[in-house]
């Protein structure tokens, strides 16, 4: 597996490089500029990635390691002319490097890497074999050649009969086709294909989705139906879902092909220890209680010299001296303390002989009812093989507990990671396709107004006004989800250093002014007469505040008031964000901070994500701090975040903060 090293600084290009890496089967490590060291420079990277911004004095220590071939360069948009000088310094820097640019497609950055990267078929991810049918040949050839351009094996046919040619040389995973054409039915060709590739999927198109019988489409396995014209973009995401349903079904079935071998070996076990029962040269006798043998086996009939049909009106205690029924009788009574025994014994032979035994006796479940079996050794010749005997049972009986309870455990991994998928997968989907929906919606009534000469101005500002807001608003997501999988994965840079909280705040309460000033309400601060100074990181406190005042001013009636109220207390700087809008209700104080989450009083007219607290709360832990919610007197909610004036570094932190005292 190929190893990435891309160096960020916080650039959108750099997460889909690193994304489109992934997919071809590479293993990515995605830093910050600033957790370049020594510890990283003496790894082994296949590949350097180095995002636009990243400072001169980094890209030079980076070339002094990695051989210039081995670079790739990841430019700026050509609206940031600050950011483009930079960047052509850092290029005159690496001229042997290649540069990827933000106005690639996900498909020329993927053809570019596979290029750079000298991949090879071992390495490109699995996709499908799909057969597309169409009677109308420029249809037919765009869905092939769109299929092609994903890196998709295609076959095309015109016709049923032309179809069924194909079927009869290939392997098809799919089935892409027209519901009706000249000699037939995109059914009818499914249900030939299934004949004799049962594993095959199908997705069909049509003009007329309201003559489609779904249910019998259904019924036949039909997975999808389009609605013509065909998207581009549509059909690929469907191919996308329908191939991941039937890998999905495949591993699925290894699971079940496993878990089958699983217990045929189970059951393989069990019949060797009946056949250990039977065919042992030890005698074993399972009797009840009272002593009533209820079955033998075959080293019974030499060891006490009697026909096996000859014990099932037999007790266990007719074979044995007095003393040592007794002795039975005593163990017994004294199962419910101890459900085994050993007893030394002696065996009564008919010619007037004692035969010393050791019995080793066990408490079993004989269907539902107890009965104890016992294991006879003449302790004269067989004590060596009655070890050896106990020994094979106890490590049997092990290994059949180890491997339920691997079954057990890799059940509930599967389980767990099943629920998270889905959580995550509904929670993206609905968050990704509102603004999407509106972006698409306002582009094609600005499309419409320009195609019929109707260029209303006000008309057409609503529209890209719209579609800026919903840009903005994919873009938080987008920007919420990188901090997040940077803070899950402990990647998020912490640079904490002395600062005065008030001037944080007061810079916070300067970015949401704008809004503030929209609706009407007013933001005080009120101060505690002296400066707080704290360990912190200067950005992540801005964002915390900034995330709390937002909710504040979005939750609040206008021509009303949001107080900021500090104080210190045993070293902890507390500050409240006091708002009087609609509050939050009890049983959901703690929730509200988990990811994808709103209040139910919030969550249906506001809009947001569900993921500013998420993040907020994250920053709060990195700050050794807590931050909790609570309602106010005023009907509104109060969020409150305690943060230590003084923290604990991690090591690496500690370690520059004194070298820079020294310097």
């Given at each position: ?6 160096v960020?600084s ?45 400072p ?19 430019a ?9 000088e930079?960047f ?70 015109g ?17 892409i086709s ?20 049962p ?21 036949q396995?039909v ?55 039977k065919?042992?040269p030890d ?19 030499l ?14 205690f ?6 040592s ?48 079996a ?5 302790v ?73 000469d ?22 938080s ?52 007469g ?32 949001i107080?900021?109220?500090l ?22 104080l ?6 994808f ?67």
């Amino acid at each position: 597996m190929r190893r990435i090293l891309i160096v960020d600084s916080n650039s959108v290009l750099a997460m889909r490089v690193k994304v489109l890496l992934e997919l071809i089967g590479c293993k990515v490590e995605l830093l910050h500029f600033s957790m370049i060291d020594d510890t990283v420079l003496t790894q082994e990277f296949d590949l350097v990635a180095a995002s636009h911004g990243v400072p001169t004095e980094t890209i030079k220590k980076l070339s002094g390691v990695f051989s210039q071939e081995n670079f790739l360069l990841l430019a700026p948009k050509a609206q940031r002319s600050d950011l483009l000088e930079h960047f052509s310094e850092i290029n005159r820097l690496l001229p042997n490097s290649v540069v990827i640019y933000p106005f690639f497609a996900n498909k020329e950055i993927s053809t570019l890497l596979e290029g750079v990267l000298e991949l090879g078929s071992d390495n490109i991810l699995k996709l499908p074999t799909v057969l597309v049918v169409d009677h109308l040949p420029e249809r037919l050839e765009k869905i092939t050649q769109n299929l092609k351009g994903a890196h998709i094996k295609t076959f095309k046919a015109g016709s049923k009969l032309s179809a069924i040619e194909i079927i009869n040389q290939h392997s098809i995973d799919l089935l892409i086709s027209d519901f009706t054409f000249e000699d037939g039915t995109g059914l009818e060709l499914f249900n030939k294909l299934k004949g004799t590739q049962p594993n095959c999927r199908c997705l069909l198109y049509t003009s007329k989705p309201e003559q489609v019988s779904m249910i019998e489409a259904i019924r036949q396995g039909v997975e999808d139906v389009l609605v013509k014209p065909v998207d581009d973009n549509s059909l690929l995401q469907s191919v996308h879902k329908l191939w991941q349903t039937e890998l999905l079904k495949r591993h699925n079935a290894e699971l079940v092909e496993r878990l089958q071998n699983t217990v045929d070996a189970l059951i393989e076990k069990d019949s060797l220890l009946r056949v250990i029962f039977k065919h042992t040269p030890d005698a074993i006798i399972l009797f009840d209680r009272t002593g009533k043998i209820i079955e033998t086996n075959d080293a019974c009939e030499l060891l006490f010299e009697k026909p096996l049909k000859e014990f099932e009106n037999c007790s266990v205690f007719d074979f044995f001296d007095t003393p040592s029924i007794n002795r039975i009788k005593d163990k017994i009574s004294t199962l419910n303390k101890n459900r085994q025994f050993s007893c030394d014994l002696r065996l009564l032979k008919e010619n007037g002989n004692e035969v010393p035994l050791v019995g080793s006796f066990n408490e079993i479940d004989h269907h539902g009812e107890i009965a104890l079996a016992v294991i006879f050794k003449n302790v004269t010749h067989l004590k060596e093989k009655e070890d050896l005997l106990l020994e094979a049972k106890d490590m049997l009986e092990e290994e059949v507990k180890a491997r339920t309870a691997q079954l057990e455990h890799a059940k509930n991994v599967a389980e767990a990671a099943n629920l998270s998928k889905s959580e995550f997968l509904a929670n993206m989907s609905h968050e990704l396709r509102t603004p999407m929906h509106s972006i698409l919606s306002f582009a094609r009534f600005g499309l419409e107004k320009v195609a019929n000469d109707d260029l209303n101005k006000d008309k057409l500002n609503k529209y890209l006004s719209r579609i800026e807001q919903s840009g903005e608003r994919l873009l938080s997501l987008l920007n919420n989800l990188l901090d997040l999988s940077k803070l899950d994965v402990g990647k998020f840079p912490f640079n904490p250093q002395k600062h005065n909280l008030i001037n944080i705040i007061k810079t916070s309460i300067d970015d949401v002014s704008g809004t503030a000033f929209e609706r009407n309400i007013m933001i005080r601060l009120l101060e505690t007469g002296q400066d707080i100074v704290l360990d912190c990181d200067e950005e992540q406190i801005n964002q915390i505040m900034r995330n709390l005042l937002g909710n504040a001013l979005k939750f609040s009636e206008p021509f009303s008031e949001i107080d900021i109220q500090l104080s210190v207390q045993n070293n902890i700087a507390e500050v409240a964000v006091v708002d009087r809008g609609i509050g939050i209700p009890e049983c959901e104080l703690e929730k509200v901070f988990a990811k994808f989450e709103q209040s139910s009083k919030t969550n249906s007219g506001a809009g947001g994500t569900g993921l500013g607290l998420a993040i907020c709360r994250e920053f709060v832990s990195l700050h050794q701090g807590t931050i909790s919610a609570h309602n106010n007197e005023y009907g509104g909610a109060t969020i409150l975040v305690r943060l230590p004036l003084n923290i604990d570094l991690p090591q690496h932190l500690a370690t520059e903060e004194q070298t820079m005292k020294l310097n």
